[in-house]
């Protein structure tokens, strides 16, 4: 039970993250195409592929279902399922015209894009804090060698 509990709360958080960056980007996109209303049936069609998405994140990067795995193959095994997820969301959703294989070329496209440009942000982040907890650390034994 406690470990249905750990899993709630931090899905609940994933999931929270997830879906309000992708409804920043969606309202973006939006607002730069000349858009100015939003569909309530985007916003459920958004949270259902946000919950999807945060699922698979949970899946292969919370370490609790998969402990022991290259962080490479993690995120190529994550992109499959996740353009599998999203490419039904389109397709039951109307996002892309079914019969054309252009766009759904371009969609894929821009997916992998997209994927791209996430995981260089992550991997920016993780440079960041890891450079911001190398100078706590040097901080840290500065001071310990002056005590000593």
Do not use: H
């Not at 309000?20 to 607002?31: C, N, P, Q, R």
């Not at 190529?76 to 892309?96: D, Q, R």
């Not at 766009?103 to 911001?132: M, P, R, T």
Request: charged share 15%.
């Amino acid at each position: 039970m406690k470990k249905f509990f750990r899993f709630v709360v931090e899905f609940k958080s994933w999931l929270s993250l997830c879906f309000t960056a992708s409804i920043l980007i969606f309202i973006t996109i939006s607002w730069l195409i000349g858009e100015k209303t939003v569909k309530i049936s985007s916003l459920f069609q958004i949270f259902l592929l946000a919950a999807g998405i945060t699922l698979l994140q949970f899946v292969f990067f919370s370490g609790q279902v998969i402990q022991k795995m290259r962080y490479s193959l993690r995120l190529l095994l994550f992109a499959l399922p996740a353009l599998g997820l999203v490419s039904l969301c389109a397709a039951g959703f109307g996002w892309v015209p079914r019969g054309n294989a252009g766009a759904w070329v371009l969609f894929c496209v821009i997916f992998l894009v997209c994927f791209a440009l996430i995981c260089a942000g992550f991997e920016f982040c993780f440079w960041a804090a890891g450079k911001k907890y190398d100078g706590l650390l040097g901080q840290y034994r500065s001071k310990k060698e002056e005590r000593s």
